[in-house]
Nanobody
Framework: QVQLVESGGGLVQPGGSLRLSCAASGFTFSTTWMHWVRQAPGKGLEWVSA????????YYADSVKGRFTISTDNAKNTLYLQMNSLKSEDTAVYYC???????WGQGTQVTVSS
């Protein structure tokens, strides 16, 4: 039974930082691509980042490149998204997902506001 559980969201001021976590059970991150996707209020889903642990490659949307870092801790079977220099435009519900297999977490709210 595959399950993904996000945590680490919250309220932060512009310019601040948060680290999101996604704990996986039922499969191993090191064997698949993992993604972060977000949905801002009143908007559609926006792909944010992906990691291919097998190849050691990471990918980012232009809107977050240089500010966000995706990583995994294989020993903990956990996916992370380090978010720095946060902007109000980053306010959204953030989901971790194995998109190809259709496994999504429940989401964690990130609010960037002064």
């Amino acid at each position: 039974q595959v399950q993904l559980v996000e945590s680490g969201g919250g309220l932060v001021q512009p310019g601040g930082s948060l680290r999101l976590s996604c704990a996986a059970s039922g499969f191993t991150f090191s064997t698949t691509w993992m993604h972060w996707v977000r949905q801002a209020p009143g908007k559609g889903l926006e792909w944010v980042s992906a990691i291919d642990s097998r190849a050691g490659n990471t990918y980012y949307a232009d809107s977050v490149k240089g500010r966000f870092t995706i990583s995994t801790d294989n020993a903990k079977n956990t996916l992370y998204l380090q978010m720095n220099s946060l902007k109000s435009e980053d306010t959204a519900v953030y989901y971790c997902a194995d998109i190809y297999s259709g496994h999504w977490g429940q989401g964690t709210q990130v609010t960037v506001s002064s």
